[in-house]
């Protein structure tokens, strides 16, 4: 090789090297992409997942099912086959941890009783998922803590299945409410509740996080606050009850009813029972009344004011594939979820409040 041609072969390496040295690539990395739709595992196969969750997962846009995890193999067996989900993204309770390593996976939907919630959360955010918590949150404001904690530790979003305040009748009420347009809120009526038969399922095992307050208490809570638009400031008065004794034992609670204080002397009287069919939220404001019926259901909402008739009609998609997607693109984008685990603290809060004043004749101060 003559001095010449050893020149253009060192020039052109100096120059390859100049050019992998400052390529764009290599100088600003490509950030990672994100996923275009987030797999969704369900842990707990009952009746919300199995009749609705995983039939909402087929509407929605932003998520979709990846996974589940059930102690029942005859149940594994039947959602393959159903859903088409493959063998490593199912679960039993023994394998759960091992999720971590699944990058098919991004979030946890935790469907189980109420006593078991935390157990589930905590792990998996521990194996960096994110998660989302049906209702009631815990057993315990303690137990909400710890969830939000974990998540917060972990850095990954917490959301708890509040699926009404994704849906638009709901969105309307609370607007008319926040913005005065029947000017100020100056008494609420929410009442939620069906009667259940049941005599074993877990809303009838004290120890598992059954009682009324716990489920459809939930939905009497959220009524008065978000029909009022402000948070309670003590329970005034509080009365437990059953007339089955005979399955709502050991001081489990069959109905329960509550007035709320909220500030400025609002009032709001609360129902919620599992023995009688009742689905109302009244908000008396100073220029009439917002009257929903149902205000809870999983369809069919509808209400009326002196502003008009609240009704928006759907079928597809389903509040529960709303609330999802929703999560959903918070995630994608960063931000913030729309029902984060605070929220899900705020009511368990009130109904350890409501349990107390129940039990001691006396107003409780939140």
Same mark, same amino acid.
């Given at each position: =090789?003559?001095? /010449?041609?050893?020149?253009?072969v060192?020039?052109?390496?100096?120059l390859?090297?100049?050019?992998? !040295?400052?390529?764009?690539?290599i &100088?600003?990395?490509?950030?990672p %992409?994100? @996923?275009? %739709? !987030?797999g969704v595992?369900?842990?707990g196969?009952? $009746?919300?997942?199995?009749? &609705?969750l995983?039939?909402?997962l087929?509407? +929605?846009?932003?998520?979709?099912?990846?996974?589940?995890?059930?102690?029942t193999? #005859?149940?594994?067996?039947?959602?393959k086959?159903k $859903?088409?989900?493959?063998?490593?993204?199912? $679960?039993?309770?023994?394998?759960?941890d091992?999720?971590?390593?699944?990058?098919?996976?991004?979030v946890?939907?935790?469907? !189980?009783?109420?006593?078991m919630?935390?157990?589930?959360?905590?792990?998996?955010?521990?194996?960096?998922?994110?998660?989302w918590?049906?209702?009631?949150?815990?057993?315990?404001?303690?137990?909400? %803590?710890?969830?939000?904690?974990?998540?917060?530790?972990?850095? %990954?979003s917490l959301a708890?299945?509040?699926?009404l305040?994704?849906?638009?009748? +709901?969105m309307?009420y609370r607007?008319?409410v926040?913005?005065?347009?029947?000017?100020k809120? @100056?008494?609420?009526?929410?009442?939620a509740?069906?009667?259940?038969?049941? +005599?074993?399922?877990?809303?009838q095992?004290?120890? =598992? *996080?059954?009682?009324?307050?716990?489920?459809?208490?939930v939905?009497?809570?959220?009524?008065?606050?978000l *029909?009022?638009?402000?948070?309670? &400031? #003590?329970? /005034?008065?509080?009365?437990?009850s059953?007339t089955?004794?005979e399955?709502?034992?050991? *001081?489990?609670?069959?109905?329960?009813v509550a007035? &709320?204080?909220?500030?400025?002397?609002?009032?709001?009287d /609360?129902?919620? #029972?599992?023995?009688?069919?009742?689905?109302?939220?009244?908000?008396?404001c100073?220029?009439?009344s917002?009257?929903?019926?149902?205000?809870?259901? $999983?369809?069919?909402?509808?209400?009326k004011?002196? !502003? *008009?008739?609240?009704?928006?009609?759907?079928?597809v998609?389903?509040?529960q594939a709303?609330?999802?997607?929703?999560?959903a693109k918070?995630i994608?984008?960063?931000?913030? =979820? =729309?029902?984060?685990?605070?929220?899900?603290?705020?009511?368990?809060? /009130?109904?350890?409040?409501?349990?107390?004043?129940a039990?001691?004749g006396?107003?409780v101060?939140?």
């Amino acid at each position: =090789m003559n001095i /010449i041609s050893r020149r253009k072969v060192i020039k052109s390496i100096a120059l390859g090297g100049a050019a992998i !040295l400052y390529s764009p690539k290599i &100088l600003f990395p490509a950030t990672p %992409r994100v @996923k275009d %739709r !987030l797999g969704v595992a369900l842990v707990g196969l009952g $009746y919300y997942s199995t009749d &609705l969750l995983a039939p909402a997962l087929q509407q +929605t846009k932003e998520c979709y099912l990846a996974g589940i995890v059930t102690g029942t193999p #005859s149940k594994a067996e039947a959602w393959k086959q159903k $859903y088409n989900i493959p063998d490593k993204n199912i $679960y039993n309770y023994q394998t759960f941890d091992q999720i971590a390593n699944n990058p098919d996976i991004d979030v946890v939907y935790v469907v !189980l009783p109420p006593s078991m919630h935390r157990e589930y959360v905590i792990r998996a955010a521990n194996a960096g998922k994110h998660v989302w918590c049906e209702k009631p949150m815990a057993m315990s404001v303690q137990e909400c %803590r710890d969830m939000i904690d974990a998540c917060n530790k972990n850095k %990954r979003s917490l959301a708890i299945g509040y699926r009404l305040q994704h849906e638009p009748n +709901t969105m309307q009420y609370r607007d008319i409410v926040k913005q005065h347009q029947l000017g100020k809120v @100056k008494k609420v009526n929410a009442a939620a509740g069906y009667r259940d038969n049941r +005599t074993n399922h877990w809303k009838q095992i004290k120890a =598992m *996080g059954g009682g009324v307050m716990y489920d459809m208490g939930v939905y009497a809570i959220q009524g008065a606050r978000l *029909g009022t638009g402000m948070e309670p &400031l #003590s329970i /005034i008065s509080a009365k437990t009850s059953t007339t089955r004794p005979e399955i709502y034992k050991d *001081g489990l609670d069959e109905t329960a009813v509550a007035v &709320l204080e909220f500030p400025g002397g609002v009032l709001a009287d /609360i129902k919620t #029972s599992f023995g009688e069919n009742i689905n109302f939220l009244d908000i008396t404001c100073e220029k009439g009344s917002i009257n929903m019926a149902p205000y809870s259901a $999983y369809n069919g909402l509808k209400g009326k004011s002196p !502003l *008009g008739e609240i009704y928006h009609p759907y079928e597809v998609p389903w509040q529960q594939a709303r609330q999802m997607d929703d999560d959903a693109k918070s995630i994608k984008a960063g931000k913030p =979820m =729309m029902v984060p685990g605070e929220e899900g603290l705020r009511d368990i809060r /009130i109904v350890e409040a409501v349990h107390k004043s129940a039990n001691t004749g006396s107003a409780v101060k939140l």
